[in-house]
Structures are given as C-alpha cells and as structure tokens.
C-alpha cells in the first residue's frame, strides 16, 4: 500500500531498540548475521555491545563441517566484539590427539593476547576439563599454554570475579603458577568465586605443601570456593578464616578415592572458621569414599554442613556397611542439612529403618535423592510422614534398585502409591520415583 508516497512500514521497523536487542538475544550467530543484512538498523542492533557480553567457544576434537563453521563463527565475533565480554566459556570437547592439541594452543594464544589488549570488562573465565595430565598435552605445549594463561589472568586479575579451572589436572608448581597469577600486580587477589575442583593431578597431598598455602593467602575475597578435599588442612582453615572470613559463604568440597583425604584436621580449626564466617555452608561430594572411619575422620561435628553427597558409582564392597553412616555421622547435622544425595549398591544391607529416620531428624532437609536397594513401601512410610508435616522435603528423586528381572509388582505398588498421595506430590512435591533393575 502507498500513503503520500510512501511505502507503509512493518510493524518491525517501529520496535524499539531495547526490544529489537532483546530478540537478537535468542539468535545464534548465523541468525543474528542474516538479520543484520535486513536494514541499517538492524545491523546497529547486531553491534549493541549487550549482545556480545557472553560467548561460549568450542573446540570440537572431531568436527564436522558444520561444527568447524560454527566454532570459525564464535571465534571471528569474539574478537570482533571482544571488547565488550564479561563472561567467557572455553569448551574442550573429545580431544583426540597431539596435533588437534596444538592447534588449540595456538589459537588459544591468539585469542588471550587479543583479548587482554582489547577488553578491561571480562568478569569470569571458565576453561574445565583441560586434563593437562593427558599424554596428548606435549611438554612444549602445554609448558606455553600454562605461560598464556598465566599471563592473561596476570592481565585480567584487576577485573575478573570468577574463575574456573575445574578439571586441569595440573602439578603442583604449575597449578599455584596460575593462581599466583592473580595476585602477581599488587600480591593480593579480591577474585570471589573460584572452582579448581580436579585442578591438581591425582594423588598429590596438596594439604602438605607450603606452596599451596602461600598461594591462598594471597587471595582477601573469596565467598565460594570449589575444590578437593586433598586440599584440606588446619593451615588452609586458617588462611580462610584470616583472609576472607567476612566474605566466605560456601566450600565445596569433593574427596574422591584417588586422591589423598587420610590427614588430620582438626575440629578446632573448622570451629574457628565457622565462628568467623557465620554464613558459611559446607558442600560434601563423596566419591566411592564410603568407610565409616574414613567419612568419620573427614565428617567432624564443627562443620557446617549443608549438603552431602554419597555416591558409591555401582561398585559393591562387602567390607564397608552404610548403616553407621546413617545412624552416627550424618544425624550430627540434624540441624544444618537441607540436601542429601545417597547413590549406593548396598545389595548386602537393607537401610529403610535408618533412612527414613535420618530424614525425620533432619528439620530442614528440602532436597532427597536416593539410588539405592530399599523396599517399595519406604516410599508409601516416607509420603506418610510428609504428609503429617514430619519432614518439609519438596524434592524425592529415588530410584528403587532392585535384583529382579520382573518388576511389574513393584511398578504397581508404587503406582498405587502414588495415587494415595497424588494431592500431596502435585501440589507440594518435586516428585520422581521408578524401579531399576541391578542384575
């Protein structure tokens, strides 16, 4: 249509700024090309620097054309507005060998020397799972990734709030190399959130090594911090509560059975922390490391724990028995715990008894999520009790393992059950329960 001339308008071309920015959010990078080639101004719209302020990169071990052409996209914007990043996500996915490894280096190197001239907003960097300890990382190679690195967070450590390195699997000197870095222009570090769980190569006793201390107190911010539990020592406690007790809020602590966690810690140590950190919770994550006397060495009364997570990964060990686990360590924090993860192949013991009164002990446990051996009227005597506001969990995640191929009366009894509580589940309950068969 023709009003005085002129050729009537979409509606599109009327949308405001904020709003037109706020669709190119949703695109991908092809699209956002192709809808910059719509007018003049769209295409300022694609140069709004809202829209480059998150970018995640990566590096496919076995690309195909599209992923190439998808990977060449998010590397030619992100230097194109790289100047506007806050929030950068590098993505290693299936590397596969020497050379793939070196091409990554070196692009790495180029796009960390670009972004460290050109960028003064960038707030968090993750890189995870680099699994520096892999053959295909060369010495050369890895030697100048770790110097880049190195000296982009030397760089950014004015600017950057997070950082995660989770999965490097680095050696000692090499690990508190990078985190020297970002502290190395003024000796401190006010860096607030930041994961190496897996950082350190398996089997060290970073809790022995003056280096590793040296390292954290240079750090004067932190409010979570992500690690292993080999890491631990009363000299770690201390550096924490000296230097960031009035910012501390959350460790997360993995122990996995591969890694050292037999050192002594004292209760006292951990006391004094969270004397000085009033709003600190504590994060377990237990993997395969399921031994009464190893979790009681490890599980002191002093600790505030908010979350525990005991994962077995299927493996079944008759010399180990969950029970006083259920009945002496975890009941401590009747007061505290508000998450519980128990992923267990306990065909040798029945727990229901001693779960079910571990849960009604702890008055602020919200989230539960069990695998393990139990009978299918747990449930029906758990959503009793929650149902008599025994209990206030709003989560039940449980899989039911089972040793028989046919579990088609169980499957019916849960059914049943559920149609018994269905009020409850819907209105008040993140609910999933099914049977799985260990055979």
């Known amino acids: 249509k023709m009003n005085d001339g002129e050729p009537e308008q979409s509606s599109w071309a009327y949308l405001p700024d904020i709003c037109l920015s706020h669709v190119f959010h949703w695109l991908d990078d092809r699209d956002r090309s192709r809808a910059a080639l719509v007018c003049k101004k769209w295409s300022c719209t694609m140069d709004s620097g809202c829209l480059w302020r998150c970018r995640t990169i990566t590096f496919y071990g076995q690309p195909s054309r599209a992923r190439t052409l998808e990977f060449q996209s998010a590397l030619w914007y992100t230097k194109k507005f790289g100047k506007y990043l806050k929030h950068l996500e590098i993505k290693l996915s299936n590397p596969y060998n020497t050379p793939f490894i070196k091409k990554f280096q070196v692009i790495m190197r180029g796009l960390l020397s670009h972004l460290g001239k050109c960028n003064s907003h960038l707030e968090s960097l993750s890189i995870k799972y680099l699994e520096l300890d892999c053959l295909i990382w060369k010495n050369v190679v890895r030697a100048q990734f770790i110097r880049n690195l190195a ?245 039940i995640k449980v899989r039911i393992y089972t040793a028989q191929d046919d579990s088609t009366e169980d499957e019916r009894l849960l059914a049943d059950i559920y149609r018994k509580f269905k009020y409850l589940i819907d209105s008040e309950l993140n609910y999933f329960v099914i049977t799985y068969p260990m055979v």
């Open 151 to 395: 000296a982009f967070l030397k760089r950014m450590s004015n600017q950057l709030d997070y950082l995660n390195l989770k999965g490097a699997r680095i050696t000692l000197e090499e690990g508190c190399e990078l985190l020297n870095s970002l502290s190395s222009l003024t000796n401190r570090s006010f860096i607030s959130e930041i994961n190496i769980e897996d950082f350190f190569s398996l089997h060290l006793s970073v809790y022995s090594s003056a280096l590793f201390h040296q390292t954290m107190s240079k750090f004067h911010r932190l409010t979570i911090l992500t690690f292993n539990y080999n890491c631990i020592s009363d000299e770690l406690l201390d550096i924490l509560r000296e230097h960031s007790s009035h910012s501390l809020c959350t460790l997360n602590i993995k122990c996995h059975i591969h890694d050292p966690h037999g050192q002594v810690v004292s209760g006292m140590s951990w006391a004094n922390l969270a004397k000085r950190a009033p709003k600190l919770n504590v994060n377990f994550f237990f993997e395969r490391v399921m031994k009464h006397d190893h979790l009681a060495r490890i599980l002191l009364v002093e600790i505030p724990v908010r979350s525990i997570s005991l994962r077995s990964c299927y493996f079944s060990d008759p010399d180990w028995t969950m029970r006083p686990t259920l009945t002496n360590l975890l009941p401590a924090y009747w007061h505290g715990l508000q998450k519980l993860t128990l992923e267990l192949n306990n065909d040798h013991e029945l727990l229901d008894n001693e779960l079910l009164q571990l849960i009604l002990s702890c008055k602020r446990l919200l989230f539960l999520k069990v695998w393990a051996f139990l009978s299918v009227s747990f449930m029906e005597r758990l959503l009793q009790n929650r149902a008599e506001k025994k209990c206030i969990l709003t989560t």
